[in-house]
């Protein structure tokens, strides 16, 4: 039987496709734009009850029988070949369908990633999988979808940046999806202020694109004293500019982006830090078999019991055995965002109640880092391992 199509990325906005260019010139401040897991077995992540919440950790030295990861969905035999300016933009990548089935003879690794054409994601995705067909979507959560529905073999997505921090709303999506961290990859930065051919910077009154470019452009963006308009992905922001014919506008985007979309670049390396790198994610529906043939990483999720202390004794127990943090991150619970404790001296009171994110440099092939999650469970009323993986050290 046929499967229903259904389009999971657009290539533009649809309330700033229908907003003509003299509608942007004279309301640019107001523009917006608006996509469990078992017991450890063989030293392998395992996917666990609907819920996901508990993960027990054996104290024994894991064995290596489990199956790996299947090799053939990870050969790599054809090239992208979107890396040249493109006067037609419809030669882009067009929408994903529930249609566009994962090959299952294993002949290429479909990638997907956030945004359009140019997007650093996309650099992300190329640098993992160097002869991928990288798969863009309109929305992070998109991207989730594509790979638990088989449309795509892995999802590469950024989860913090050295100078903007981390990407909150991809922490909370790991946590609401049953997909697992494969790997990571490391990313140069490079921020290019771009603009219409003949434009030159002084002449621009705005400028589009995502968030954390801004945050990571602080101060070259402030001295030139300009509008920010918010998008969903650099990439977006270098595409409306050229659509939009407006020589006032301009875009924060990468030099790739210029060469697809026809701009100009302006300036480059405008990021306040020479050393501007994003950590992205490798995601995938199985997990991988941890190993020790080299540094790895694992991260996890959980929440604690109350009591004073608390967290200190949940973060001592990687203290206790050597283990090194590398990140912690925490983000409220949505659905209990605050845990009331009645006390006899003093009444009720109202506490923010959290979910701690952390990374620390074990593999789940350790027995450390085994023992240490079997401590935690003792202070932790939710824990999931959220991925065992290789750690990525050069940018």
């Known amino acids: 039987m046929a499967a229903k199509a259904a389009s999971i990325w657009v290539c533009a906005k649809t309330p700033y496709s229908h907003q003509g260019v003299s509608d942007l010139s004279s309301n640019h401040s107001e523009l917006a734009l608006n996509l469990n897991f078992r017991k450890w077995e063989c030293s392998c992540l395992a996917v666990a009850s609907a819920q996901r919440a508990i993960t027990?950790?054996?104290?024994?030295?894991?064995?290596?029988?489990?199956?790996?990861?299947s090799s053939g969905a990870m050969e790599r035999i054809e090239d992208n070949k979107s890396r040249e300016f493109?006067?037609?933009?419809?030669?882009l990548p067009?929408?994903?369908?529930?249609?566009?089935?994962?090959?299952?003879?294993?002949?290429?690794v479909r990638v997907a990633y956030q945004g359009l054409p140019g997007a650093y994601s996309e650099a992300a995705a190329v640098k993992a999988y160097p002869k991928c067909e990288t798969v863009p979507c309109d929305q992070f959560e998109a991207a989730f979808k594509a790979v638990e529905l088989w449309?795509?073999?892995?999802?590469?997505?950024?989860?913090?940046?050295?100078?903007?921090?981390?990407i909150h709303r991809n922490y909370d999506l790991l946590l609401h999806h049953r997909l697992h961290i494969v790997g990571e990859v490391q990313l140069q930065v490079n921020h290019c202020l771009?603009?219409?051919?003949?434009?030159r910077k002084e002449e621009l009154k705005r400028v589009l694109s995502h968030y954390q470019a801004f945050a990571q452009c602080?101060?070259?963006?402030?001295?030139?004293?300009i509008i920010r308009i918010n998008t969903d992905d650099s990439a977006l922001a270098a595409q409306m500019v050229a659509s939009t014919g407006l020589r006032d506008t301009g875009a924060v985007a990468s030099a790739r982006a210029a060469n697809i979309y026809g701009l100009d670049i302006l300036a480059e390396k405008i990021q306040d830090d020479d050393d501007n790198i994003t950590r992205f994610l490798i995601l995938g529906r199985e997990p991988i078999i941890p190993g020790s043939d080299r540094p790895y990483k694992t991260s996890?999720?959980?929440?604690l019991e109350e009591g004073p202390g608390v967290l200190f004794k949940a973060l001592a127990v990687f203290a206790l055995r050597g283990?090194?943090?590398?990140k912690i991150e925490s983000r409220p619970q949505k659905q209990r965002p605050l845990r009331i404790v009645d006390d006899s001296n003093e009444g009720s009171a109202k506490y923010f109640d959290y979910l701690f994110y952390i990374d620390f440099e074990a593999s789940m092939a350790d027995p450390r880092a085994q023992y240490a999650l079997e401590h935690l469970k003792e202070f932790a009323r939710f824990l999931r391992v959220l991925g065992c993986y290789p750690k990525d050290t050069i940018p």
């Not at 771009?194 to 434009?199: I, V």
Request: net charge negative; proline share 8%; charged share 20%.
């Open 86 to 91: 493109h006067k037609d933009l419809n030669l």
């Open 323 to 326: 283990i090194n943090l590398t």
């Open 218 to 225: 602080e101060m070259t963006l402030s001295s030139l004293g």
């Open 300 to 303: 996890v999720v959980f929440t």
């Open 194 to 199: 771009l603009g219409l051919p003949g434009a």
């Open 94 to 108: 067009k929408p994903l369908t529930a249609n566009d089935f994962s090959p299952r003879d294993g002949s290429k």
């Open 56 to 69: 027990p950790v054996e104290d024994e030295k894991p064995s290596l029988t489990c199956a790996a990861e």
């Open 151 to 166: 449309l795509v073999d892995k999802a590469v997505l950024p989860i913090e940046n050295s100078v903007g921090g981390s």
